[in-house]
């Protein structure tokens, strides 16, 4: 018979409902018998001990906020008698605990992959049209569709551009972030070779927007300023047939999984996220990184209320050090623009069942498994170091999922439990909290985390997530947002706009 409802932890207060239920229907906790005395919707929680006004909500074996009134048993808990415990920013000391002992794999693993002229390996052999400013995003469609029908018989995949808003008309750090960003897409090994496309007179130059790309194989990249030539369609082609024929050189050989990099993500959050994606992603992280691979994780306000848990993983004091300072920098942010900073889960995550923002922090962290913290990057700060990576970035989805391709992250693993179309520039793998939005949601949905709740058990899942993960690298299977074109970006603006 199906369960009603979940304990997540032991001594949690309230327990989470796995269908509808009404008022009046009963549950059976610890051979207790507990009457429901609101009607209680799919994912939401249920007291299971009386709870005071002012005393913890429990879950995860957390505190989750605090009864803004006096909660019976049997009651609904969510935003009416519940409120956060969270208010500024604090100060932390430096606990570390005892790392994660990770399985050593027998023998070493393999992906089919791209290996490029400079060492790097990309998982797809694509031509990639970047524009340094969003003047010319008409321009950069129209040679992508050309280029596309021109080269469909070529050794590449496909040819793509990148459309955004930027590179015109902004000054310090939100150029900067435009071009880190930017640079790091022509940088990214899953791009066998990249056009460069300039208007002439935006902020994002050329000329200046090559000092920030630094040094970079001239046949792999081309630029043209469309301002300077006469038909700049009819030179981008001429540009775009060497590209193509340098990207069709490589061919797929095997490599070791230990060159993989894949970004942590989680969007549309229901009260699932924490008990069955975002839990399954974090043992794929630890299987990974038990391979020599790197995973990257941010939305770094999604971390408010459960930092403590990846501070305390720090490899070392500088590393302990850089984690606060992403956490509170981001707590800066929010209190400069006189935003509350502990105000995050958005309606939708409030429909699915998610109450406070620790609530959500708590699941979202789990992404990161309990692997060690090796390094902290800056927004646009590309991967160094092997191991879980934090990089500063938002929560919102395209942001966040540009900043870690832009990383280096060769896939993003976008645990969702209320489904979402988009991708970013590499395959976004979007794996579903509960089997009812996989059902329902065939064309969007990759992987289903919610065979958890039936049975499956997380050894075996996140085996069989790790093993589809490297057919992925493998371009054995490709993502939804891969069969649909969904490939965008997005970047982040702080400051004025002249």
């Not at 932890?9 to 269908?19: E, P, Q, S």
């Not at 080269?151 to 955004?164: L, Q, S």
């Not at 400069?336 to 620790?358: C, F, M, R, W």
């Amino acid at each position: 018979m199906k369960a009603d409802y979940i304990l997540v932890y032991k001594n949690d207060n309230v327990v989470v409902a796995l269908k509808d239920l009404t008022e009046g229907d009963v549950i059976t906790v610890d051979g207790q018998e507990i009457v429901l005395r609101s009607d209680t919707p799919f994912g939401h929680k249920i007291a299971i001990k009386a709870i005071e006004k002012g005393d913890n909500i429990i879950k995860y074996g957390y505190p989750i906020g605090h009864a803004s009134e006096g909660i019976v048993i049997g009651d609904w808990v969510h935003t009416h008698n519940t409120k956060t415990n969270l208010s500024g920013t604090l100060e932390y000391s430096y606990d570390p605990v005892e790392p994660a002992k990770l399985s050593v794999p027998t023998k070493e693993k393999t992906f089919n992959g791209y290996v490029r002229d400079n060492g790097e390996v990309g998982i797809r052999n694509e031509v990639w049209v970047i524009n340094t400013v969003g003047c010319i995003n008409k321009t950069a469609e129209i040679i992508t569709k050309m280029a596309n029908e021109q080269f469909k018989d070529a050794e590449i995949d496909a040819v793509y551009h990148y459309p955004h808003l930027f590179g015109c008309s902004q000054l310090g750090d939100d150029l900067l972030n435009t071009q880190k960003i930017l640079s790091n897409l022509v940088h990214h090994p899953n791009a066998g070779a990249v056009l460069v496309l300039g208007l002439g007179c935006e902020n994002n130059y050329v000329s200046e927007f090559k000092k920030v790309i630094g040094d970079y194989d001239e046949n792999r990249v081309k630029f043209l300023v469309v301002q300077e030539v006469g038909d700049e369609i009819t030179e981008s082609m001429e540009l775009m047939e060497q590209l193509v024929e340098y990207a069709s050189r490589f061919e797929k050989q095997p490599v070791p999984v230990s060159k993989l990099k894949v970004g942590l993500k989680c969007g549309g959050s229901d009260a699932f996220s924490g008990i069955t994606a975002n839990p399954l992603v974090g043992a794929f992280s630890d299987i990974l990184i038990s391979h020599g691979g790197t995973s990257v994780l941010t939305e770094v306000p999604e971390m408010f209320g459960a930092e403590t848990i990846l501070m305390e993983r720090a490899k070392d004091q500088e590393t302990f050090s850089k984690t606060v300072d992403l956490v509170n920098d981001f707590k800066d942010y929010f209190l400069k623009h006189d935003q509350v900073v502990y105000e995050n889960p958005s309606p939708g995550n409030k429909a699915g069942g998610i109450t406070t923002l620790e609530e959500k922090s708590l699941g979202c962290v789990q992404k990161g498994g309990y692997s060690t913290v090796v390094d902290v990057l800056a927004y646009g700060d590309r991967l160094k170091e092997s191991g879980l990576n934090l990089l500063e970035g938002p929560g919102n989805d395209l942001v966040a999922v540009t900043a870690l391709a832009a990383a280096g992250a060769h896939i993003v693993l976008f645990t969702t439990g209320r489904g979402t179309p988009f991708g970013g520039p590499v395959p976004t793998v979007k794996i579903s909290t509960n089997t009812q939005l996989y059902d329902k949601k065939r064309n969007w949905i990759d992987f289903n985390a919610g065979e958890l709740l039936t049975g499956k058990t997380m050894d075996v899942l996140s085996n069989e997530l790790f093993e589809y993960i490297v057919d992925l690298a493998s371009k054995e299977v490709v993502t939804h947002n891969e069969k649909h074109g969904f490939k965008e970006i997005s970047i982040f603006k702080d400051g004025v706009i002249l």
